[in-house]
Each structure stands twice: as structure tokens, then as C-alpha cells.
């Protein structure tokens, strides 16, 4: 027997039965695809409380347990096991790699990781002080007009050659952003590095010295990478399905993507944590902030807190607030006095009524600033690092949709609310 919701119009008297659908993991879904042809009505859910926007096997999110899955594989197990490009792979293709399939991942990353040598001209023409997001969001744009071979989204193989481009350039995209703005030589990748150690020899590295990438920093960037590789249908991620649902070409979707994470109620949170604690500045200040969060008058939110999906502890926030504990101690900063205050704020809030009630606990950015601070990250390249690791997401999501035997433009439906059919007047007559 197959599963139903029945709907009754209680208009018209008429009723059907929509289908309701169930995946592997979290609610069932009831299929509204017949809903406008039979009944003529559609359906109004600003901000997709309750709508499901596709079918996806990459990540599942339980919000209210917890629970993060990167196809299958509980986030907590990867954090532990994995590296950032053994997740890419997953991510990518599904399943998780046997050894050679993962070195032969990591030689095409590695081969593609270079950009064209006229795309530094693009750099020239920003100001030293634009922000590395408003760069990345040209530059990576920018790519749609190269790579000519590789076009035809609807050839597996093109797709395939895309997203690895995507993928291994991201770096040396951030890296060069970040040159440009304090006005040093952009740096060459190095395929003697690791993706993650690749991206702080791009960043930190000058021609006229040695640089060796310290393994505490190295290794600390790349799980905060496979912490942030994916997250379902986020804002960005959807952003980037709906960009490429029309065919657009696959580096310009990425590019909306890098425009929609960049608001500060999405990946501009760790930019916006670090610039909310400096504000905050000692712990004696806590309550008064607290208290601004909770006035509804007041636009300040506690940044880092809260989440649309989870309602209970983000469980990559635990795994960053452990890291901070192990990073910060490692590179000789443990008493930084804005980790004592974040988790100090951390605490006030778990035990505040507002924040219990509301179910707002901290989400993955709430800790992540104060790692790439340690790491001399500067603040204005925070957002840049969640870009850098979500652009597998990204690439996976888009893979996925495109490679959908049904897939369709999307094309959301409104309530209209604006002024009724009016005739013309001329200007004389108004
Ligand atoms: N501080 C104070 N109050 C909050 C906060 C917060 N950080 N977050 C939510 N609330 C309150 C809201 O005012 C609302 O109250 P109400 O029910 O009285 O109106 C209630 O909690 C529910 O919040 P919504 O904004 O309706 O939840 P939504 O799912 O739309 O937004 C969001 C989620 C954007 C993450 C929100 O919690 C927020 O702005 N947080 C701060 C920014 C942030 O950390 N963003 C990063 C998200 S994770 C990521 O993208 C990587």
C-alpha cells in the first residue's frame, strides 16, 4: 500500500491523496508535485520551513539529535579518521576511497591547482582594502570565461572536470586575495603540501625567506575543512542549485554560492563572532550583551548561537571547541582571553531561559574564528576558509542535481500581494 496524505478542499469539496515519501533518515515528505494542477492552489513557506527543495544522498542533519552525516559516515568518525581530501572524495563520489583512489584524487586536485596567469590582472583591479569575499566572489566568477573544454554540463566527464577545477583553485584563489591585500607577490602552490598545508604556504610564504608549514596549524585547518565541507541544503548550497538549474555555467554557480555564504547569518558568522567578542571584551560585559541579544528592539544577536536545523548542540562545534582547547594549547595561546570569554558566554547562554526555550545552542562558527585567529588567519579571510571547504559541498550538490534524469529549472512560486490589474494613465492625467 502506498503511503498518503489526503488533502479535503473544503471549497470545493474535493479531495486527493498525495503521495508521502520516505528517505533513509529524518521526516517523511509528501509530494505536492499535483497539488496545483488538481486543486489550483499552491503553497506559501518563506524561508523553507517545512519544504523540501529536493531528493540528495550527500548529507543528512538530524537537528534535534545532534547528528551530522557526510553520506552515511557520522561527522564525529571523519573529524577523528579522515582528511579533508579523503572527504572530498567521499562527498564527491559517494563512497569512501581505497588508497589509490585516493591518491589519484589528490594528484588531479594537485594538478589542476594553479590558476591562469591572466587572471592576476583581475586582482590588479581591486583596491588593496576590498574585502578577500567581494574578490573571491569576482575571480571565482571570472573562471566561467576560461576552461572551454569543459562546458557541456550535461557530459559526466565535463562535470566531473569542473568540480575538480573548482575544488584544487579555491586555494590558490583565497591565497592570492589575501597577497593582494597586504600587497605581497602572490605565492605558486606546491604539490609537496597538503591541501591544507598548500593554502597556508600560499598565505604565509614570501620569496625572500623559508617558510615551513607548522603540522599543528596544518592539521588544525584541515579538520576545521572537513568540519565545514558540507551541510545539506543550506542558503549557499541552494543558492548554487538553483544558479545551476537553469545550465548556468558551473563556476559562475559557485560564485552565488560565495555570495550567499558571505552574509553574516551564514558563513559570515566567524567573521562576525570574533568581531562580536572583541566588542564584547571582557567577561564582566557578558550579561549586558546578553540581555541586548534578547531585546527584540535591539538589532544585536549573539553571533555564533543558534541554528535553523539544530536545536540541540551543533556537533561540529563541540568538536571545534575541543579543538580550540588542543590548537590554542599547542601554539602556546591557551589563555587567549577571548577563548576564556567566549566559553564563558557560551555558558551564560546555555543557562539563560531565552536561549533554553528557544533552543539556541553555538553553531559551527561560534569557535572556528578563534582557531583561525591562532593560526594568523586575519579576521576579513574567516568566511573565505568556510568558502574554501564548502566548495566540495558545493561542487557534490551541483553534481548531483545536474546529474538528475528529471532535473528542471527551479522556479518557486509567490502569493502575489501587490496592486490589482490597473490601466495605464498617462502622465497628464494622473
Ligand atoms: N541571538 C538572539 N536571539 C536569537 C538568535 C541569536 N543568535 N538566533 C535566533 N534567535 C531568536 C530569534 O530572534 C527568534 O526569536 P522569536 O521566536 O522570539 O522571534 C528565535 O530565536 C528563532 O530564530 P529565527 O531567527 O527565527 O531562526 P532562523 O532559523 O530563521 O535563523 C539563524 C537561524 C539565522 C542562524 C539565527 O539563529 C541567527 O541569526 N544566528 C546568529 C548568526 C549565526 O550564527 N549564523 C550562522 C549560522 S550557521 C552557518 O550558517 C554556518
Redesign the pocket.
Known sequence: MVDVVTIIDSRSGKSIELPLLHGTHGSPVFDIGRLYRELGYFTLDP?F?STASCHSAVTFIDGEQGILLYRGYPIEQLAENSSFLEVAYLLMRGELPMQQQLDNFTALINHHSMINESLKNFYLGFNHDAHPMAIMVGVVGSLSAFYHDSTDIHDPAHREIAALRMIAKMPTIAAASYKHSIGEPFVYPSNKHSYAGNLLHMMFSVPSEEYVVDPVAEKALDLIFVL?AD?EQ??STSTVRLAGSSGANPFACIASGIAALWG????G??E??LRMLEEIGDISNISKFITR??N?KDPF????????IYKNY?PRARIIRDMCHKVLGKLGDEQDPLFELAMRLEEVALNDD??IE?K?YP????YSGLIYRALGIPINMFTVM?AIARTVGWAAHWTEMIGEPEQRIGRPRQLYVGPQHRDYQPIDQR
Do not use: C, E, T
Open positions: 524561508g520551513l565545514h551541510h543550506n542558503a553574516p547569518a551564514h558563513g558568522a566567524n562576525a563572532v541579544a534578547k527584540k544577536r549573539l553571533m555564533g548561537f543558534g541554528h535553523r551543533d531565552y536561549f528557544k539556541l553553531n559551527v562558527d561560534f568556510f
